[in-house]
Structure formats: C-alpha cells, structure tokens
C-alpha cells in the first residue's frame, strides 16, 4: 500500500511517459536543498543527481513541479529552488472571515497567520497556500504575506444569484467566501435574481479581478420548501447520488438473511431483544437485551453486521469511506449506505432474523464491566421500541405504558438496574455528563417550520447511551488485547489556555474548578454537579463543553477525556459511521483466528483515515447547523416586532448575544440597542460595561427582547431591548419574505 501523497501518485501514473530510474525521490531532493544552504538552480540539481538527457530533465522537472505544488519548496524570482520553511515561508489552508480577511492555518500545526484583506484578494476559503511572516506584534501573533497559491480548495460556490446594473454575480452561502462570483455573460442558466444556484468557479481571483464563474445549476427561490437543506448540501458538498457501481453491488445483495448466513453462528433468537430508538428512525443498528446472574447482570448488545456484507475495496465500502458518516437533517437522512442496507438487510427489524457482531457483558453489582466477549450471531428482534414509550413505563409509570411494552416489561426493567449501576460506576470515575437540552425543529407536511421545541434526554436515552459505551470500552479492550491497528475515538483534556479562561468564567459565578494546570474529568464533572439547580447551568455548561479539546479518530490510543476512560472506539453504529465498520472487521479477523501482522484496515494509513473520518464528521455537523440555523431563521420571519423573554449567552465588543427561552433560538443585541452610552467590553468577566450609565450587560443576565431583523441570507437574527429605551425599528422584510414562501417545490435546472 502505497503511504504517497496524492500528488505525487498522480506522477507516476500520467500516460505513457518512460520511468526514470534513477530520478531522486523528495526526500532526497529536500535533503539536497537544506544541505545547499541556499536555492539551487534547476541545472545543478540535475548535475548534481547526474540527470542529463533530456527525458531526465522532464522527470525531474514534474517532480519539482509536484514538490512546488504541495508547498513542500518554492521557486524565488530567479527560478530557484529552495526549502520553504528555510526562506522564512509557512504553507497551510486559508481559513476565510466574513469581514473579508483570514488566516493561514499551517500544515505544521503551528500558530495561525493572520492575513489581511489586501492578501485575501487572492484568496479563498480553503486554498493552501505559502506565506511570509512579515510582522509580529507584541503578543507573538503573526501577519503573512501570500507568496503563492499552491491549490485552490473551491471549485464550485453555492449562492444567490444577483443582478446589479447590468452586472451578474452570486453572493457565496457560505459566508468565509468573502468575495462575489462574477458570472460570465451569457453563462447564468437564465436564472432569476434572487434565486440560488451552484456555481463553477473558472477563474480564481487575482488581486485585480474577483473570482469568475459559470452557473451549473439552479435551484430556485430561497422560499421553497426544502432549500435550506438543498444548499446546505451543495455548500459542504455532501455526497448524495450513488454510482452504477454501488446500485449494482447492493442490487446483488440478499434482501433477506438465507440459512447460508446464519451456519457457524451463535444462535439468539431465543433470547428477548429489543431496539430502542426515536420515533422516525429506520435504521436500526443496535439492539439490547438484559437478564440476572448471581455477580450482577448478563447485558448483551447486538449490533448489525454490516461487515459480511460490505468488503473492502468494493464500491459499497468507497462509497461509504468516502461519505465516513451518514447526515440527519430534520426531513431527511443521507445514507452513509444504500438504504436496501441501512433500513433493510442490515437494520434489526423486529420478527425478522439479522445477523450481528455481539458483544457479551458480565456487569458486576458495582457497575463494573466483569469480562466480555465478542462474537458472530444471530438475532430475532422481538419489538421496536421508542425512547418515549420506554421512558414512559421506566420513568415517568405513566397508565398503560408497562402493558404497551408487553413480554419486554421485565427484561427492560433489568436493564436499568443494570442501567443504574453502570451510572453509578460512571460517576465514581469523574466522567463528564453534559446534561445539554437540545432543539428539535418540526417540520409540517409542506415543509414549512411548525414548532421548535426542546429534546431532552429521559432515561431511556441514558440507558442506551450506557450500553454502547460498555460496548465501545469492551471493543477498545478486545482490540489491544489482540494487537490489532484501530481507529481510536480519542478526546483530549482542554488546553492550558482554554483551562485559564474557564476558570475566569467560572469565578464571576462562584465556582471553581480544581486540578490545578491539569483538571481531570472529575473536576469538569464536580462542577457540573454543582451547577445543576442553578437557572444559569444550561450556559455553565455550554461554556465547559466550548472549552474541551474536539473529539476525533486516530490510530495512537490517548484516552477520551470526557467519558473518562483509558481506551475508546466506536463499535456500535456501522451502518452510519465508517470508522464503526473499520473496528468490526477488525474484531471479525481476531474471531477467525487471524494473525495481527496479516490484517489491513484501509486501503491507506490509519492516520489518513482518521483525518478524513474526523472531516466528514464536522462536515455533517456544520451542514446541519448550517440547515437549522436557516429554519430557525425562517421561523422567526413572521414574529418582527415581538418580545421575548432571554438570556445572554455570549458577549462581544459589538453586542450581547442572547438565547430565547423554550424556543432556544440565538440573535444579537448590538450595542448600538443598548443605550445611549460608551460600552466597554471586559472579555476576562464576560460584559460590558457602561461608561456613563454604569449599566452592565453580563453572561447569563435575563433580559425581555424584541425582535427587530431576520436575515436568512446571513442566518442571523438582531433583537433589541424591550424596555423602551430605543425607537422600534419598523421593517416589512419578515412578512413579505413569510408570504412569498412557496407550497410545492421548484423544478432544478442543470447543465
């Protein structure tokens, strides 16, 4: 398996050229250049590599040419090569801002380069490209010059089309796009102003002309029902159409499981397992079932073995590396897997037989996972259940609900006295329990926002999330036991920086978190504890879970910080997450008998891997905030002039952001509203402070609002203060665009 870059693949592999055998590889060439002590012209590096034919030169010509567009060296103005990082050169992708200017994140891991928006001219989100340290203030932040762009990272930009003067152009969705396509004339698909479109980007920006393109495909009024998640996936680029290749294998898959499958497996059909999901799931990946030993608990949980099915190197398992996770949108999913997979042949459908890859737990009185075991079985799922009916019986003994479980009632109400002493095991280790309330959006039968309303999780929730973490923890162990390359879920403890700043936001409440430079998990969560009866935990603990390091997939084991345990995969949903498949065919190579050298997880390094899966990750995430953000947005269109009642929940130099109540919806009271005063920010107390007023505006004061703009195109939304301090703001925006909402979806033209 070849560990080359991409690019460097791509030369070796272009037609017919002849192979040079004696071509230099990089890290020879990089070698050269640093022990030169100054760039080298392209004639004493093929001297000096004894490359003279003229065949030769071209090999070593494309090489440099390969090695100038990873930012690996750079040419100088004489068209000498030298080493970037030896001319004071950083290289790295563009993060773009809204206001027009970036910063070069370097490949190094380094410290960001900020960039200003004379550089940025060039630029967009996502190029990488080589900077210049031209300047260090005196708190050690860098500025950059570009010096070139080394790859463009937008091809196509989503975004509305305009048409000014004569002059057509389209407004980026995604707002680190700073600068407007132009579109060239005749090339616009006859779309109409205000419409929104994809666009194909043909000339990059220069520091003359902004970017210009051609439009592909037009989708249509912002208004129609559905765009918002239309252009959210076009904007993250969201794989969503399936190849010939992929239809063809899942066509060639079983529909159902024959006896052929199920010989050689550990038959528990006999046994009462259930699924227990939301109510509009389809794809069921787990299923649980629970019963009394004299030690404790047997608890056993069955997941969809998706790895009989999906092989590697197959188009099924490209397609699905390359997705790394399925997307939840409020009216749609986009499969990670074809659905006749994840909501048939795969999914544990109650009455009907499924294979899976078990997991067998002894759970001791203490709440300790005793021993466990992996294995290759059969299941019968004896009833789909929800979250909601199952809370119903367990928790809130509600009239009826133990009788609408039926035979199950028994066996679910061991599972949580299992349930309680794995909790109970969970909080003796210090773990971190974000207790977050989330927004769930309901969507009526024309697609338009009905309510939005809070989603708590009831024990139900938390009795499933306990059974998949004992499982992960068992598949982690089962794993180093049997050394065997893995894809760890790892989640390091908060930076020093994050750490200091916490503390400070904890202080102006009366908390402390202890630990000192290093806080464990336990400090986190004793402060989570302590906060739970205040009105004000709901932001405690946003601003602690803002503070912790991102959790992501790597093959080194480093432990997850939040969840307090020592080694961590995720073996439990494969039909929605890439690397959840990576760790079963790995469990299934160790059940065989297999021997550890002989395994091969992926058709490229781990750690590649990881990268890629952490992306798609955060790319789905950003994607539906992206949608949700907009159907908020849209919801709020019809309630201009309103009052609510808020809390702050962030402060900036330029406004407080607050957070409605039940709706949980967040909007900016820009310190224009505020007052007729001088505001001053305290970043280190979170407020501002009134010059002359001496008023304070502070992180989780109460506040009524009204609402006084909505901007889908930003997904922003401005209140003022309701007190009558300041002159209602008068706008017809939010009836006219709630009124030009459409009922039935628009045709999508495409090129």
Not at 361 to 367: F, H
Not at 575 to 598: C, E, S, T
């Amino acid at each position: 398996m070849s560990t080359k870059p991409l690019r460097a693949r791509r030369e070796t592999s272009r037609g017919a050229r002849p192979r040079v055998a004696n071509l230099p590889e990089r890290h020879t060439l990089i070698e050269f250049l640093a022990q030169s002590g100054a760039p080298a012209a392209f004639a004493r590096i093929a001297d000096a590599h004894a490359l003279r034919s003229p065949a030769e030169h071209e090999a070593l010509q494309r090489r440099l040419s390969a090695m100038e567009r990873d930012g690996q060296i750079i040419r100088n103005r004489r068209g000498d090569f030298g080493l970037v990082d030896r001319m004071d050169l950083v290289t790295g992708r563009v993060i773009g801002h809204r206001d027009g200017f970036g910063f070069l994140r370097p490949d190094d891991a380094g410290a960001d380069l900020f960039l200003s928006p004379r550089q940025m001219r060039s630029l967009m989100h996502g190029d990488r490209a080589v900077a210049r340290v031209v300047k260090v203030d005196r708190d050690g932040r860098r500025e950059g010059a570009l010096v070139e762009v080394v790859e463009r990272g937008v091809g196509k930009v989503v975004g509305r089309f305009r048409r000014e003067s004569g002059v057509a152009f389209v407004r980026p969705h995604n707002s680190r796009i700073h600068q407007d396509v132009h579109i060239s004339p005749g090339a616009d698909l006859d779309a109409g102003d205000g419409d929104y479109v994809v666009t194909r980007i043909t000339e990059p920006p220069t520091r003359r002309h902004p970017p210009i393109g051609v439009v592909e495909e037009v989708l249509g009024d912002r208004m129609l029902p559905g765009m918002e998640i239309d252009v959210a996936v076009r904007a993250y680029e969201l794989p969503v159409a399936w190849s010939e290749a992929v239809e063809s294998e899942a066509a060639a898959l079983p529909s159902e499981v024959d006896a052929a499958g199920i010989e050689g497996r550990e038959d528990l059909r006999g046994l009462g397992f259930v699924t227990i999901d939301g109510e509009d799931a389809r794809d069921f990946d787990d299923a649980v079932y629970c019963e009394r030993t004299p030690r404790g608990w047997r608890l056993m949980v069955a997941i969809a073995d998706v790895s009989t099915y999906v092989h590697p190197g197959a188009a099924l398992d490209e397609e699905a590396r390359l997705r790394g996770n399925s997307v939840y949108f409020p009216d749609r999913v986009i499969p990670m897997l074809p659905e006749s997979i994840s909501n048939g042949l795969c999914s544990l459908r109650p009455h009907e037989d499924r294979l899976c890859l078990g997991c067998e737990m002894i759970v001791t009185g203490s709440g300790r996972v005793h021993r466990s075991r992996f294995f290759e079985g059969v299941i019968r799922s004896r009833a789909r259940l929800t979250y909601t009916e199952v809370s119903g019986a367990l928790e809130r003994n509600e009239p009826g609900a133990r009788a609408r479980l039926g035979a199950a009632a028994p066996m679910l109400e061991t599972l949580r006295d299992a349930y309680a002493a794995l909790r109970r095991a969970r909080d003796e280790r210090g773990a971190i329990d974000f207790d977050m309330t989330e927004t769930r959006v309901v969507l009526g039968p024309d697609g338009r926002v009905v309510r939005l309303e809070p989603a708590a999780r009831n024990v139900a929730h938390r009795i499933i999330e306990e059974c998949m973490v004992a499982a992960n923890v068992s598949a982690a162990r089962f794993l180093e036991r049997h050394r065997l390359p893995a894809l760890y879920r790892i989640h390091e403890g908060p930076p020093p920086d994050k750490v200091e700043e916490l503390r400070a936001f904890l202080e102006e409440f009366g908390l402390k978190l202890g630990g000192g430079d290093g806080p464990e998990p336990r400090h986190f969560a004793a402060v989570i504890e302590r906060a739970a009866s205040r009105p004000d935990a709901h932001l405690i603990q946003t601003v602690m879970l803002r503070s912790l390091s991102q959790a992501v997939y790597a093959p080194g084991n480093a432990g997850h910080f939040g969840l307090a345990h020592r080694a961590y995969v995720h073996f439990t949903s494969p039909i929605r997450r890439y690397p959840d498949l990576v760790v079963h065919r790995a469990i299934r190579h160790a059940l065989r008998r297999g021997r550890p050298g002989d395994f091969k997880p992926a058709r490229e390094p781990l750690a590649v891997l990881g990268d890629h899966c952490s992306m798609t990750e955060r790319r789905a995430d950003d994607a539906t905030r992206d949608a949700i953000a907009w159907l908020k947005c849209e919801f709020m269109l019809d309630k201009l002039g309103e009052v609510f009642d808020a809390t702050i929940t962030g402060v900036a130099a330029f406004g407080v952001f607050v957070t409605l109540d039940e709706i949980f919806v967040e909007g900016l009271v820009h310190v224009s509203a505020l007052g007729d005063d001088y505001f001053h920010f305290d970043p280190i107390r979170h407020r501002l402070n009134g010059e002359r007023s001496h008023r304070a505006f502070r992180l989780s004061d109460r506040m009524r609002v009204r609402l006084t703009k909505v901007d889908l195109d930003e997904r922003r939304v401005d209140f003022e203060p309701a007190g009558g301090e300041r002159r209602r703001r008068e706008s017809s925006q939010g009836s006219t665009l709630a009124r030009g909402r459409r009922r039935g979806r628009g045709s999508v033209r495409r090129r």
